[in-house]
């Protein structure tokens, strides 16, 4: 990479999300109260350093140390499932895109298929299904249902990658098919993915959320969700008990809106038609000739996760180019 | 009497997004006559469709014009202050006519649109009909077939888009046309049907003279009046075209034609040598003007 | 012609989607290991006192009446059938209340919410974009960093500040529910006024978060057209300002009507959430309830209402983007 040079919207975004991370790793050994251990009455003020910093729940336990304690649990499960849609993406999409033929329509009648079907239903039935909701059941249902946009971007890049010469070098030497992918295909898509993934995480801890607060969230652990779930049901908002809502609510915003600033900020990173060019203005320049700092189709991450990636990078020219 | 052309002392600089800046059009000046074509011709690079975008009151940034005037049929204009010129000169006093006119059309509109729109710019009162009136009679006079109005880009083939394109170009009868390689993307004999097309147009007087900027040698024997060579954003040598190719005095149009593969008989007989033949630092020879 | 093969594959991709969801809403919640019936059985029996006989007695009644005694194939060919008659069964934990009763009276509440919050979001937020885009500057910068941080709230968060903020301390807004206690719904004036107070709050969480979305995507399809060949060939022939702005919007809309496709299932579910928060009496709050008690009918029909809305409103993107690209409306005649 040339000149790589990372912009204010990296670094906020790094800033942001290194905080949520030292919460969530550190935090726990900070913070050395059980989050399941009764420290207070019902939804007590916060009073001092402690475990009663942010306060009392409705079950009299301690804010600030479910808060640190659903911090991990959102971002492990956001993590995990992120992963495992990330692989089955990039696995579906590759495959085929390189494939072609057979395959390639196979693979994407089903993408398509499942991309149209909403993924909160599926989550939603699969979750009711299931009686012992871990953290690790609810990443898995979640990562195999969130896969689709991925793959079809994947495989949108791959058939381009496809097309170019040192694929076939690579074929006619005699590599195998696992090795052709693997080293001539997945660097070219690298950026993409990583981008993807960032993206994939955050729609998963925002499903996870959604999941939660619906009732359906991990019932061994607590989760943001899961503390917005008892914060609605025992009414807390009603009675002004902000301690119990506010620190939840705040830390998925931060969560939710780092991510999608460091996909947008990786973006512009890795795509050098986006780049915002510091273009000196000179006088008389006439500003409607002005070329834009473009930005392609953006993400759409919703309650439901995402529904939309971003635009795939691309250095094939539009129809119709010279 | 007064030069059709007269552009004057024009500098055009690109400003990179990391703040470098590369020169494109190193202090040029060119003048054309009435009824001319004037060949525009160079390696990539060399500045010549930076210079047609100048001229044609296109240039945009990252390109700056930093300073320069151009005066076409005596009316001068400051290059400098692009904001400053007024919107009616693109189009009816100097058209361009762009590099693959692909997507030179909304995807989402039908050619009579752009037609109309691009004619009442000019003319606020003009009515649609006259306005596709006025195209038909030009498709027809041209001998392209008037359906293509009603078409969308993406029905129309490449070589039919680009001869569209190029009577969208001069339906304003526009003192100037600026050709931006026009048929680098056409075959053979669309190239040929391109060609003739805009020298009958010359020839009825639609436009009155036309920069062809191309890379392409041997079209340029065919369809210019005079030819300017450009290198490195300076033009090296001008003079009638018969002049250049047959008798090329600059050491890189010498380098330019040893390169070309045509094959005329003249050529036919003479070994290409290649740029390598030459010693690149003797490109750097003063102008040379027949 | 061309479009009206591109409806009919259309409608017959839609239909095929819509049994896959079919089957996947019947089977994933049979997935259960044990018996829904016996969480049933054991909540009515509670507290009484009946004996052993008298249970099984109530509990073989229960299997027969939701056709639990029947094989998987042929309880789904009842689910079929039942469905497409419009019958979506029997609530578990209101019983015997139908399930179509119970969401005939949550599903208009959903509709009035949601449907005038998606327009109103996707209308005003693709304009805010545009006007972005063109305006540049300050004003373009302000807009795209807020719209940029509120789609990145999640809606809910949102709706529990706002509530928090404007109903709870501030007191400009009621703090739940859909209509004042003690009055009921009817098609008057006045109830009409005091329905709408509950209204607004839940209303603008949501279209604040798709404003937010919208005119982020706007806003770059904008600028992206702008730098576009068809916009600098149009300028340099003297094309107005107005002009080139009509024709890169009618270019930039066409990407945002794709996503809008996608947008509605995440608004909706977002939505849903919101209705939690609220206490507004929809479908969301219904859902709540039903996993709560494990009613597995309920849970079943809403999942099956949202599918068939979702698809719905992806099948009318479609026939709009159908209608509007004249790539797909004309058909390749060509001229080659």
Same mark, same amino acid.
């Given at each position: 990479?040339?000149?790589?040079?990372?912009?204010?919207r990296?670094?906020?975004?790094?800033?942001?999300?290194?905080?949520?991370l030292?919460?969530?790793?550190?935090?726990?050994?900070?913070?050395?109260?059980?989050?399941?251990?009764?420290?207070?009455g019902?939804?007590?003020?916060?009073?001092?350093?402690?475990?009663?910093?942010?306060?009392?729940?409705?079950?009299?336990?301690?804010?600030?140390?479910?808060?640190?304690?659903?911090?991990?649990?959102?971002?492990?499960?956001?993590?995990?499932?992120?992963?495992?849609?990330?692989?089955?993406?990039?696995?579906?999409g590759?495959?085929?895109?390189?494939?072609?033929?057979?395959?390639?329509?196979?693979?994407?009648?089903?993408?398509?298929?499942?991309?149209?079907?909403?993924?909160?239903?599926?989550?939603?039935?699969?979750?009711?299904?299931?009686?012992?909701?871990?953290?690790?059941?609810?990443?898995?249902?979640?990562?195999?249902?969130?896969?689709?946009?991925?793959?079809?971007?994947?495989?949108?890049?791959?058939?381009?990658?496809?097309?170019?010469?040192?694929?076939?070098?690579?074929?006619?030497?005699?590599?195998?098919?696992?090795s052709?992918?693997?080293?001539?295909?997945?660097?070219?898509?690298?950026?993409?993915?990583?981008?993807?993934?960032?993206?994939?995480?955050?729609?998963?801890?925002?499903?996870?959320?959604?999941?939660?607060?619906?009732?359906?969230?991990?019932?061994?652990?607590?989760?943001?969700?899961i503390?917005?779930?008892?914060?609605?049901?025992?009414?807390?908002?009603?009675?002004?008990?902000?301690?119990?809502?506010?620190?939840?609510?705040?830390?998925?915003?931060?969560?939710?809106?780092?991510?999608?600033?460091?996909?947008?900020?990786?973006?512009?990173?890795?795509?050098?038609?986006?780049? =915002?060019?510091?273009?000196?203005?000179?006088?008389?320049?006439?500003?409607?000739?002005?070329?834009?700092?473009?930005?392609?189709?953006?993400?759409?991450?919703?309650?439901?996760?995402?529904?939309?990636?971003?635009?795939?990078?691309?250095?094939?020219?539009?129809?119709?180019?010279? | 009497?007064?030069?059709?052309?007269?552009?004057?002392?024009?500098?055009?600089?690109?400003?990179?997004?990391?703040?470098?800046?590369?020169?494109?059009?190193?202090?040029?000046?060119?003048?054309?006559?009435?009824?001319?074509?004037?060949?525009?011709?160079?390696?990539?690079?060399?500045?010549?469709?930076?210079?047609?975008?100048?001229?044609?009151?296109?240039?945009?940034?990252?390109?700056?014009?930093?300073?320069?005037?151009?005066?076409?049929?005596?009316?001068?204009?400051?290059?400098?202050?692009?904001?400053?010129?007024?919107?009616?000169w =693109?189009?009816?006093?100097?058209?361009?006519?762009?590099?693959?006119?692909?997507?030179?059309?909304?995807?989402?509109?039908?050619?009579?649109?752009?037609?109309?729109?691009?004619?009442?710019?000019?003319?606020?009162?003009?009515?649609?009909?006259?306005?596709?009136?006025?195209?038909?009679?030009?498709?027809?006079?041209?001998?392209?077939?008037?359906?293509?109005?009603?078409?969308?880009p993406?029905?129309?083939?490449?070589?039919?888009?680009?001869?569209?394109?190029?009577?969208?170009?001069?339906?304003?009868?526009?003192?100037?046309?600026?050709?931006?390689?026009?048929?680098?993307?056409?075959?053979?004999?669309?190239?040929?049907?391109?060609?003739e097309?805009?020298?009958?147009?010359?020839?009825?007087?639609?436009?009155?003279?036309?920069?062809?900027?191309?890379?392409?040698?041997?079209?340029?024997?065919?369809?210019a009046?005079?030819?300017?060579?450009?290198y490195?954003?300076?033009?090296?040598?001008?003079?009638?075209?018969?002049?250049?190719?047959?008798?090329?005095?600059?050491?890189?149009?010498?380098?330019?034609?040893?390169?070309?593969?045509?094959?005329?008989?003249?050529?036919?007989?003479?070994?290409?040598?290649?740029?390598?033949?030459?010693?690149?630092?003797?490109?750097?020879?003063?102008?040379?003007?027949? | 012609?061309?479009?009206?093969?591109?409806?009919?594959?259309k409608?017959?991709?839609?239909?095929?989607?819509?049994?896959?969801?079919?089957?996947?809403?019947?089977?994933?919640?049979?997935?259960?290991?044990g018996?829904?019936?016996?969480?049933?059985?054991?909540?009515?029996?509670?507290?009484?006192?009946?004996?052993?006989?008298?249970?099984k007695?109530?509990?073989?009644?229960?299997?027969?009446?939701?056709?639990?005694?029947?094989?998987?194939?042929?309880?789904?060919?009842?689910?079929?059938?039942n469905?497409?008659?419009?019958?979506?069964?029997?609530?578990?934990?209101?019983?015997?209340?139908?399930?179509?009763?119970?969401?005939?009276?949550?599903?208009?509440?959903?509709?009035?919410?949601?449907?005038?919050?998606?327009?109103?979001?996707?209308?005003?937020?693709?304009?805010?974009?545009?006007?972005?885009?063109?305006?540049?500057?300050?004003?373009?910068?302000?807009?795209?960093?807020?719209?940029?941080?509120?789609?990145?709230?999640?809606?809910?968060?949102?709706?529990?500040?706002?509530?928090?903020?404007?109903?709870?301390?501030?007191?400009?807004?009621?703090?739940?529910?859909?209509?004042?206690?003690?009055?009921?719904?009817?098609?008057?004036?006045?109830?009409?006024?005091?329905?709408?107070?509950?209204?607004?709050l839940?209303?603008?969480?949501?279209?604040?978060?798709?404003?937010?979305?919208?005119?982020?995507?706007?806003?770059?399809?904008?600028?992206?057209?702008?730098?576009?060949?068809?916009?600098?060939?149009?300028?340099?022939?003297?094309?107005?300002?107005?002009?080139?702005?009509?024709?890169?919007?009618?270019?930039?809309?066409?990407?945002?009507?794709?996503?809008?496709?996608?947008?509605?299932?995440?608004?909706?579910a977002g939505?849903?959430?919101?209705?939690?928060?609220?206490?507004?009496?929809?479908?969301?709050?219904?859902?709540?309830?039903?996993?709560?008690?494990s009613?597995?009918?309920?849970?079943?029909?809403?999942?099956?209402?949202?599918?068939?809305?979702?698809?719905?409103?992806?099948?009318f993107?479609?026939?709009?983007?159908?209608?509007?690209?004249?790539?797909?409306?004309?058909?390749?005649?060509?001229?080659?």
């Amino acid at each position: 990479m040339k000149s790589v040079s990372f912009t204010p919207r990296f670094y906020v975004a790094a800033v942001m999300l290194a905080i949520v991370l030292l919460i969530a790793i550190i935090g726990p050994l900070v913070v050395q109260t059980d989050p399941n251990a009764t420290v207070g009455g019902l939804y007590d003020r916060p009073a001092g350093w402690g475990p009663l910093l942010l306060g009392t729940d409705n079950e009299g336990q301690s804010v600030i140390a479910n808060l640190v304690y659903g911090t991990r649990t959102s971002l492990i499960v956001g993590l995990l499932a992120g992963t495992i849609a990330t692989i089955i993406g990039l696995f579906v999409g590759i495959v085929a895109g390189f494939r072609g033929g057979l395959v390639d329509n196979l693979l994407s009648s089903l993408t398509n298929i499942f991309l149209v079907i909403p993924v909160i239903i599926v989550v939603i039935l699969l979750s009711v299904a299931l009686d012992n909701r871990s953290i690790f059941t609810l990443a898995f249902v979640m990562g195999i249902t969130s896969w689709p946009w991925l793959a079809r971007a994947v495989r949108a890049q791959t058939t381009s990658v496809r097309t170019r010469e040192h694929i076939d070098v690579a074929m006619m030497s005699g590599a195998n098919l696992p090795s052709i992918l693997l080293r001539d295909v997945l660097p070219y898509l690298l950026s993409y993915v990583v981008m993807a993934f960032v993206l994939q995480v955050s729609g998963a801890i925002l499903l996870e959320s959604t999941l939660s607060m619906l009732g359906l969230g991990p019932t061994n652990a607590v989760s943001l969700g899961i503390m917005l779930y008892w914060a609605i049901a025992w009414g807390s908002v009603r009675t002004g008990a902000w301690w119990a809502f506010v620190p939840p609510t705040v830390m998925l915003t931060i969560i939710s809106f780092s991510l999608l600033l460091l996909q947008s900020s990786l973006d512009e990173l890795f795509n050098p038609r986006l780049r =915002r060019g510091k273009i000196r203005r000179k006088k008389g320049a006439d500003p409607r000739f002005e070329l834009p700092a473009a930005e392609g189709p953006s993400p759409q991450l919703t309650a439901a996760g995402v529904v939309e990636g971003p635009a795939p990078i691309q250095d094939t020219p539009k129809e119709g180019g010279r | 009497m007064t030069n059709l052309l007269d552009a004057a002392n024009i500098r055009g600089v690109y400003y990179t997004p990391t703040g470098e800046e590369v020169v494109g059009v190193d202090n040029v000046s060119i003048q054309m006559a009435e009824g001319e074509v004037l060949g525009l011709a160079g390696e990539s690079g060399s500045g010549k469709s930076t210079l047609g975008s100048i001229i044609s009151l296109t240039a945009r940034p990252p390109l700056i014009v930093e300073h320069g005037s151009l005066a076409v049929d005596g009316k001068v204009q400051d290059l400098s202050d692009m904001a400053s010129i007024p919107r009616v000169w =693109r189009g009816a006093v100097v058209s361009m006519l762009p590099q693959g006119a692909m997507n030179s059309v909304s995807p989402t509109m039908r050619i009579r649109d752009l037609v109309f729109d691009v004619m009442r710019a000019h003319d606020g009162k003009i009515k649609k009909d006259e306005a596709l009136d006025r195209a038909r009679d030009r498709l027809v006079t041209l001998g392209l077939p008037t359906r293509a109005l009603d078409a969308y880009p993406h029905q129309l083939s490449g070589g039919m888009k680009q001869r569209v394109v190029t009577i969208i170009s001069t339906l304003l009868n526009p003192r100037l046309l600026i050709a931006d390689e026009p048929t680098s993307a056409l075959d053979v004999s669309s190239q040929k049907a391109l060609i003739e097309m805009l020298l009958e147009m010359l020839e009825k007087e639609i436009m009155s003279g036309v920069i062809f900027v191309t890379h392409d040698l041997p079209v340029l024997r065919t369809v210019a009046t005079r030819i300017a060579v450009m290198y490195q954003g300076k033009v090296v040598e001008s003079g009638p075209t018969n002049t250049i190719v047959d008798d090329p005095e600059h050491p890189y149009t010498r380098a330019l034609l040893s390169s070309v593969l045509t094959p005329e008989p003249k050529y036919a007989k003479i070994r290409i040598e290649g740029m390598r033949a030459f010693d690149r630092e003797s490109f750097k020879a003063p102008e040379v003007k027949h | 012609m061309n479009l009206a093969r591109y409806f009919l594959s259309k409608i017959g991709w839609y239909l095929l989607v819509f049994f896959v969801a079919l089957i996947l809403n019947f089977i994933l919640p049979r997935l259960i290991p044990g018996n829904p019936v016996d969480a049933l059985v054991a909540q009515m029996t509670r507290g009484g006192g009946a004996s052993g006989d008298a249970v099984k007695a109530v509990y073989e009644n229960f299997m027969k009446e939701f056709g639990l005694d029947q094989p998987l194939w042929k309880q789904f060919l009842t689910y079929v059938g039942n469905v497409l008659q419009g019958d979506l069964g029997t609530s578990f934990a209101q019983y015997p209340a139908s399930v179509n009763s119970l969401i005939a009276q949550a599903l208009p509440w959903s509709i009035a919410l949601q449907l005038p919050a998606i327009i109103v979001g996707w209308v005003v937020g693709n304009i805010v974009g545009a006007i972005a885009a063109f305006k540049g500057g300050w004003f373009d910068r302000g807009i795209f960093l807020s719209a940029l941080f509120l789609s990145a709230i999640p809606p809910y968060c949102l709706a529990i500040i706002l509530l928090f903020v404007a109903a709870v301390q501030g007191g400009f807004f009621p703090v739940g529910g859909a209509y004042s206690f003690g009055l009921s719904p009817e098609f008057s004036l006045a109830f009409f006024g005091d329905a709408i107070t509950y209204f607004w709050l839940p209303f603008w969480s949501i279209v604040l978060v798709f404003i937010g979305g919208q005119a982020v995507g706007m806003r770059s399809m904008a600028i992206y057209e702008n730098g576009a060949d068809y916009v600098n060939y149009g300028r340099g022939l003297g094309l107005r300002d107005n002009t080139a702005v009509r024709y890169i919007f009618r270019n930039a809309m066409l990407p945002q009507i794709t996503g809008l496709a996608l947008s509605i299932a995440g608004m909706i579910a977002g939505a849903l959430i919101i209705e939690l928060v609220f206490s507004y009496p929809g479908l969301g709050s219904l859902l709540f309830a039903a996993i709560g008690q494990s009613d597995y009918p309920v849970i079943q029909a809403i999942m099956l209402i949202l599918t068939i809305a979702m698809l719905i409103a992806n099948f009318f993107v479609d026939l709009l983007y159908g209608i509007i690209d004249p790539r797909i409306r004309a058909a390749q005649s060509g001229d080659r």
